[in-house]
């Protein structure tokens, strides 16, 4: 299991998918992702089998790929049952040369450029999900020209505050995403959608957000969008058969956050939306989520060595380790909180609290702040836990440091599925 379950060997050495993190930084060298590849295709499969148990007919989740994408995570995707949630063209190209089935795929984003749609049409994606009234038109225009006809989503902004847990009347709908709701901007949207004649509306899609730790904000998200559906339907005849309803499953990232119950929550949506349909005697759409986080976040753990170790007196200890925000931009970005620990000493009493630094050249380059953890030494492996998501896959090149290769492991033993990039890489677009 993850992070907080970390087990270590006899030797109290920490482990990571049954390997010895020591070993695995031997092998491959620091920084370096590790992924326990169980873990995720055990999340993969958590939602596929909930979704098939609690949810209409025809319901399937699909994995946001820019939580970490790469061609390996996109096989396991497949190999799960899930689709894709792509959000780029890079994305897409991705998931295609994975192997991915086009027509499992969901194809986001607020700003889609009329290459990427034609990219994507021409490419045979099943759904894409229109941001607005300009990208329906563009849809239409670029299938007109291809000669098909393209199932799309619409999607709508619910207005919704998944963490009030309050339906809030201008903050949420103010957003750079989707077609608001409650401005009646929703219904004109799907208006105008149904009668473009190269589109083909499927149904709509929200997201309300991330980290979302129960099932509440997904029952309202439900009765909220069971509602719009009702009105589109008396308004224009039209009855969805597809409802998206995005991501946003929480995972814990430190020991004082709670800890999500994935299937919990997955059973009380389901049931939910199963008693709004069936009060509103609506045939039940098939219902597609988009979970990311949730499926790698605490799957993935990066291991550093830790090259100085410098206590201010009166201030901080720092930690210098050899990688930071050009792989894990969070703490800098959002402040995200992360726990840590020496790797050989896992298991013993964290009686330090420090500040794991970067290399940048940047004061800002920090991974945490008041981070508890074993007294570190210099040529110490620190593991930093659940950074499977937006780490690999917000990575930069600042300072020109290579991004980190990933590292799966399964049954004990690791494999690389992205290698580390070399100084060559760095170089390859300079002319
Ligand atoms: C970011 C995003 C997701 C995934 O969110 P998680 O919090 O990683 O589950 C899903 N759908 C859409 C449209 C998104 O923007």
């Known amino acids: 299991m993850g992070y907080p379950d970390l087990t270590v060997n006899g030797a109290g050495h920490l482990l990571l998918g049954g390997a010895d993190a020591l070993d695995l930084a031997a092998e491959y060298g ?21 979704m098939r148990e609690y949810f209409p007919a025809g319901s399937r989740p699909l994995y946001a790929s820019k939580a970490l994408c790469c061609k390996e995570l996109c096989r396991w995707a497949g190999q799960e049952g899930l689709g894709l949630d792509v959000v780029s063209a890079g994305e897409l190209y991705t998931t295609l040369a994975a192997g991915a089935d086009p027509e499992s795929l969901c194809f986001h984003g607020n700003a889609k450029t009329e290459d990427a749609v034609r990219y994507a049409v021409e490419s045979g994606v099943g759904l894409i999900a229109a941001d607005g009234t300009q990208e329906l038109e563009r849809i239409d225009r670029v299938a007109a020209a291809l000669g098909v006809r393209q199932k799309v989503l619409l999607r709508v902004t619910p207005d919704i505050d998944p963490h009030t847990f309050k339906a809030v009347n201008t903050g949420v709908v103010d957003v750079k995403f989707g077609v608001p709701i409650p401005t009646g901007q929703a219904l004109e949207a799907a208006k105008l959608a149904l009668g473009l004649e190269h589109i083909s509306l499927e149904g709509f899609h929200c997201h309300i957000g991330s980290q979302v730790f129960d099932a509440g904000p997904f029952r309202l998200e439900a009765e909220v969008m ?12 039209f009855i969805a058969r597809t409802l998206n309803l995005g991501g946003g499953f929480a995972v814990a990232y430190t020991p004082e956050d709670p800890r999500p119950d994935l299937a919990g929550m997955l059973r009380d949506t389901g049931r939910r939306l199963g008693e709004l349909f069936a009060g509103m005697e609506y045939p039940a759409p098939a219902i597609l989520l988009e979970p990311g986080r949730s499926i790698v976040g605490d799957a993935g753990t990066t291991l550093y060595t830790v090259q100085n170790v410098k206590s201010v007196p009166g201030g901080s200890t720092y930690v210098a380790l050899d990688g930071g925000m050009t792989d894990n931009p969070r703490y800098a970005l959002y402040g995200a909180r992360y726990a840590a620990a020496v790797a050989d000493r896992a298991g013993q009493p964290k009686d330090a609290a420090v500040t794991l630094a970067g290399c940048c050249c940047e004061s ?52 690389l599925i992205v290698r580390r990039e070399t100084p060559e890489d760095l170089i390859r677009y300079d002319l």
């Open 30 to 50: 620091t920084p370096l992702y590790v992924l326990d590849e169980e873990l995720v295709r055990a999340r993969m499969g958590l939602y596929a089998a909930a």
């Open 226 to 237: 069971a509602a719009f559906l009702g009105q589109v339907r008396r308004e224009t005849g």
């Open 364 to 415: 800002g380059d920090l991974i945490g702040e008041n981070v508890p953890l074993q007294r570190p030494r210099a040529g110490d492996t620190v593991a930093v836990f659940v950074t499977g998501a937006y780490n690999y896959s917000m990575a930069s090149n600042y300072n020109r440091v290579p991004r980190p290769p990933i590292a799966a492991v399964r049954g004990g033993t690791g494999r």
